[in-house]
C-alpha cells in the first residue's frame, strides 16, 4: 500500500516571501500521480498543482511550483510571493494510474501542512 | 454546475442516534467518493461508486456504515448507532474514471459531532 508523509505540521511564511512544504511518498509503482491540495479554513479542498510520475519536468502554476524527486521520493510545493490568501492547510496526495493497482483513483494523502502567512 | 454539495454542513447528534449524509456529485462524474477526515489529520479514503456500483470499501468503514448512490445520481453515507470515535468531517468528492482525468472535485463536507 501507498503512503504519503509530510513531516511539517506547522510552517510559517512572511507575507511577499518563499516556503517549501515537504512530502515524502512510498510506493512499488512506477507510474503515478501526485498532488498539492489547498483546504482553507471550513472550505473545501482545492486542487493547487499536479505532477504525472512520467514527466521529468517539475510542474509549475504561477506562483507555485513543486520539486519532484521520483528516485528519492520526494514531492516539495514552492510557494513563492507568498499572499495571505495561501494561508490554509495543505495536503500531499498519490494517486495510482495502474488499473490493477490498489489505489486506482482513489486518493492517500498525507497529515497536512498548516502554513500561516505573517503580513 | 455548482459542484459537489453536501448536505447538511453540519450534524450534532447523540451517541447512539441514527444520522444520514448526502452527496450531489458533479452530473458528469460517474465516480463518486467518500472520505473521512478527523481534526488535524488528512482524508482517509472510506468507499467509492462507480455509477451505482460500490466498488470498494476500506477497512474503516465497519458495519455500521453504509452507502450508497441509487441510480448513479447522489449518494448518501448513512451511520447507525453513532460512537463519539465517528465525530470527524465526512468528505464527498466525484471524478471522471481515472483513465480520463486525474481530476478531483471536493465538496464542502458535513461536519459530524457526537456528543
Known amino acids: 500500500a501507498q503512503t504519503v508523509t509530510q513531516s511539517q505540521p506547522e510552517m510559517s511564511v512572511q507575507e511577499a516571501e518563499t516556503v517549501t512544504l515537504s512530502c515524502t511518498y512510498d510506493t512499488s509503482e512506477s507510474d503515478y500521480y501526485l498532488f498539492w491540495y489547498k483546504q482553507p479554513p471550513s472550505r473545501q479542498m482545492i486542487l493547487v498543482i499536479r505532477?504525472?510520475?512520467?514527466?521529468?519536468q517539475n510542474a509549475t502554476e504561477n506562483r507555485f511550483s513543486v520539486n519532484f524527486q521520483k528516485a528519492a521520493k520526494s514531492f516539495s510545493l514552492k510557494i513563492s510571493d507568498s499572499q495571505l490568501g495561501d494561508a490554509a492547510m495543505y495536503f500531499c496526495a498519490y494517486r495510482s494510474i495502474n488499473a490493477g493497482g490498489t489505489s486506482y483513483g482513489k486518493l492517500t494523502f498525507g497529515q497536512g501542512t498548516i502554513l500561516t502567512v505573517h503580513p | 454546475d455548482t459542484g459537489v454539495s453536501q448536505n447538511p454542513r453540519h450534524k450534532i447528534t447523540k451517541r447512539g442516534q441514527n444520522v444520514t449524509f448526502r452527496c450531489d456529485p458533479i452530473s458528469e462524474h460517474n465516480r463518486l467518493y467518500w472520505y473521512r477526515q478527523t481534526l488535524g489529520q488528512g482524508p482517509e479514503f472510506l468507499t467509492y461508486?462507480?455509477?451505482?456500483?460500490?466498488?470498494?470499501k476500506s477497512r474503516l468503514l465497519s458495519d455500521r456504515f453504509s452507502a450508497e448512490r441509487p441510480k448513479g445520481s447522489f449518494s448518501t453515507l448513512e451511520i447507525q448507532r453513532t460512537e463519539q470515535g465517528d465525530s470527524a468531517m465526512y468528505l464527498c468528492a466525484s471524478s471522471f474514471p481515472p483513465g480520463q482525468s486525474y481530476g478531483y472535485t471536493f465538496g464542502s463536507g458535513t461536519r459530524l459531532t457526537v456528543v
Open positions: 505532477q504525472e510520475a512520467y514527466k521529468q
Open positions: 461508486f462507480q455509477n451505482e456500483a460500490q466498488l470498494e
